[in-house]
């Protein structure tokens, strides 16, 4: 079972955060939620940190403005991520050079897109 850890996961459910956890839990994907303010999205239990998530995931889905994700960047090297996507909103150029700087590849997709889905229907 392919697993994805989703930071700013969101109960709001007009959030496109929210939709990417509805989006790969329809895919029958084991969907991780990250956000310190939330302990249950979607039914689904809520980590408060990357490092906190029990398994290394084939995915990190980022939904957090690009200055708070500069300072998630050693947690993200901790957790030996090869590569995040910035969904749209969610990148910067400084971002993406010190992401690379760190030996992460950076993805500027919609998370939900990138799997043949539109986030319209959800």
């Given at each position: 079972?392919?697993?994805?850890?989703?930071?700013?996961?969101?109960?709001?459910?007009?959030?496109?955060?929210?939709?990417?956890?509805?989006?790969?839990?329809?895919?029958?994907?084991?969907?991780?939620?990250?956000?310190?303010?939330?302990?249950?999205?979607?039914?689904?239990k809520?980590?408060?940190?990357?490092?906190?998530?029990?398994?290394?995931?084939?995915l990190?889905?980022?939904?957090?403005?690009?200055?708070?994700?500069?300072?998630?960047?050693?947690?993200?090297?901790?957790?030996?991520?090869?590569?995040?996507?910035?969904?749209?909103?969610?990148?910067?150029?400084?971002?993406?050079?010190?992401?690379?700087?760190?030996?992460?590849?950076?993805?500027?997709?919609?998370?939900?897109?990138?799997?043949?889905?539109?986030?319209?229907?959800?």
């Amino acid at each position: 079972m392919k697993s994805i850890a989703i930071i700013g996961a969101s109960n709001h459910r007009e959030k496109f955060s929210n939709k990417c956890v509805r989006a790969y839990t329809k895919l029958g994907w084991k969907v991780f939620p990250v956000n310190p303010n939330e302990e249950e999205i979607e039914g689904i239990k809520c980590y408060t940190s990357i490092k906190n998530v029990p398994q290394k995931t084939d995915l990190v889905s980022i939904y957090i403005p690009s200055q708070v994700t500069m300072g998630l960047i050693p947690e993200l090297k901790g957790t030996r991520v090869s590569e995040v996507i910035l969904n749209p909103g969610a990148e910067s150029d400084e971002l993406i050079a010190e992401l690379k700087k760190n030996g992460i590849k950076p993805l500027m997709v919609c998370s939900i897109r990138m799997q043949g889905l539109s986030p319209d229907d959800f």
